[in-house]
Antibody
Framework: QVQLQESGPGLVKPLQTLSLTCSVSGNSISSDNFYWSWIRQPPGKGLEWIGYIYYSGSTSYNSSLKSRVSISVDTSKNQFSLRLNSVTAADTAVYYC????????????WGRGTLVTVSS | EIVLTQSPGTLSLSPGERATLSCRASQSVSSRYLAWYQQKPGQAPRLLIYGASSRATGIPDRFSGSGSGTDFTLTISRLEPEDFAVYYCQQYGSSPGTFGQGTQVEIK
């Protein structure tokens, strides 16, 4: 079955870059049927879509984060990655990777999430 | 950006009771592109409903979704102990897809 797994540092200093990778199994990331997404959830709060990438490298980002975010894909490793620059405490959150359909926008498979804390 | 407002914030019910959760959009959600998710503590959200009323794979039929335009509802016909959780709606009819703030269903 489809599985997604986030990995990366759990602690990032203010103004540095947050970097996470999502490893996908059970589904080729090169499938033309899906977008690969990042979503985050600050502690005790709701969900915020960050952005997504298609296997070709085409991306779409939430306008509120667009100036600081970059998502890339490595089809050879069946992985995609998130970079968020100039982080502050407001970026502290559980970060999820998720799959969404190409022709629909709901998220049907999610990783378990990884907590990233921004602190000196 | 479409803003989704969920109500109530918290719903206190007993097992076996019916739960009715509301999701109201600030503008019409095209083509009923509305999904519902369930999230338990320490877990990722789980897709329940898409297209406003279609159940995702493996979701029990006690979960049902309805609505169109700006008003949508998730109904749990008879609450099971495992249904006590936070529920989020999400619209994906216009970019960016946005989530509601959530409704917590707690045991009374």
């Amino acid at each position: 079955q489809v599985q997604l797994q986030e990995s990366g540092p759990g602690l990032v200093k203010p103004l540095q870059t947050l970097s996470l990778t999502c490893s996908v199994s059970g589904n080729s990331i090169s499938s033309d049927n899906f977008y690969w997404s990042w979503i985050r959830q600050p502690p005790g709060k709701g969900l915020e879509w960050i952005g997504y990438i298609y296997y070709s490298g085409s991306t779409s980002y939430n306008s509120s984060l667009k100036s600081r975010v970059s998502i890339s894909v490595d089809t050879s490793k069946n992985q995609f990655s998130l970079r968020l620059n100039s982080v502050t405490a407001a970026d502290t959150a559980v970060y999820y990777c998720a799959r969404r359909g190409f022709s629909n926008g709901y998220f049907d498979y999610w990783g378990r999430g990884t907590l990233v804390t921004v602190s000196s | 950006e479409i803003v989704l407002t969920q109500s109530p914030g918290t719903l206190s019910l007993s097992p076996g009771e019916r739960a009715t959760l509301s999701c109201r959009a600030s503008q019409s959600v095209s083509s009923r592109y509305l999904a519902w998710y369930q999230q338990k503590p320490g877990q990722a959200p789980r897709l329940l409903i898409y297209g406003a009323s279609s159940r995702a794979t493996g979701i029990p039929d006690r979960f049902s979704g309805s609505g169109s335009g700006t008003d949508f509802t998730l109904t749990i016909s008879r609450l099971e102990p495992e249904d006590f959780a936070v529920y989020y709606c999400q619209q994906y009819g216009s970019s960016p897809g946005t989530f509601g703030q959530g409704t917590q269903v707690e045991i009374k």
